[in-house]
């Protein structure tokens, strides 16, 4: 990572790390953490609701390791529109007379804003969003099974570790996490 790497963050990573007590996993993903600016948004804090993530959030914000930003949402408007009809109509229903999801805004905010400060990755998983923050905007996206991979290779965590974690979200997550698989035998051999 080069200096003053940005990261900004959706809710569904977060969830997913604080869910296996790993949400520290962030800031261990470069050798030169002081380099690293992590961004929570402030509609993305707002879409939190469960405990846990909120008190490893919490945790993280206090000692200054993620930092929370609003985000103009007028200026960002009607491009989030636009992202949000493309998510409707190419991913998901494939239909023009479909209805532009609201719960996938989110996403589009955090894909402008990160555009907007020049993010190096996005923490984002939802795949219609991933896809076109890839395709369409030219932006690195990481998911939660990416940040535990790249604490793996920098020797951040044991294979063991992601191993325990890997396996606690197949188990609880089920056949939400198959494409998981394929890093846990990796790390079981």
Known sequence: MGKSSIIVCDSSPLINLAYVDSLHLLTRITTYPEELKIIVPDLVLNEIKD???????????????????????E???????SITTKMALEYFTK???????KHHETEAYVMCFGEELGAEFLLLEEKAAVTIARNELGMSCLSHLDIIEKCVKNNSISKHDALMMITRLIEEKGQKYKNARSLLNRYRG
């Open 51 to 73: 405990r846990k993530t909120k008190d490893q959030l919490d945790d993280l914000i206090k000692q200054k390791k993620i930092l929370i930003y609003g985000i103009d949402r």
């Open 75 to 81: 200026k960002h408007k009607q491009r989030v529109v």
């Open 95 to 101: 239909s023009r007379e479909s209805l532009v999801p």
